[in-house]
């Protein structure tokens, strides 16, 4: 997939807004294993899987994909 570079960069910060989410959430004394961090794991997991399609890979599938 060809992608311009606003695009790319809009992914890209994404990723890197999640991450600070997660940085934050740590350092308020949140645990990474509890059920209160899991929307923060799906959330950098979408992102990732987003922008992983810009290097030809696809981590999640779309429902109508088998």
Do not use: C, W
């Not at 695009?7 to 600070?20: E, G």
């Not at 794991?41 to 979408?46: H, R």
């Amino acid at each position: 997939m060809t992608t311009n570079k606003a695009v790319l960069q809009a992914k890209s910060n994404r990723v890197h807004a999640i991450r600070m989410k997660v940085e934050e959430f740590v350092s308020a004394g949140g645990a990474l294993r509890s059920k209160e961090a899991a929307p923060l794991g799906v959330e950098l997991f979408e992102a990732f899987s987003d922008i992983s399609t810009e290097f030809g890979y696809r981590i999640l599938k779309d429902d109508k994909e088998k």
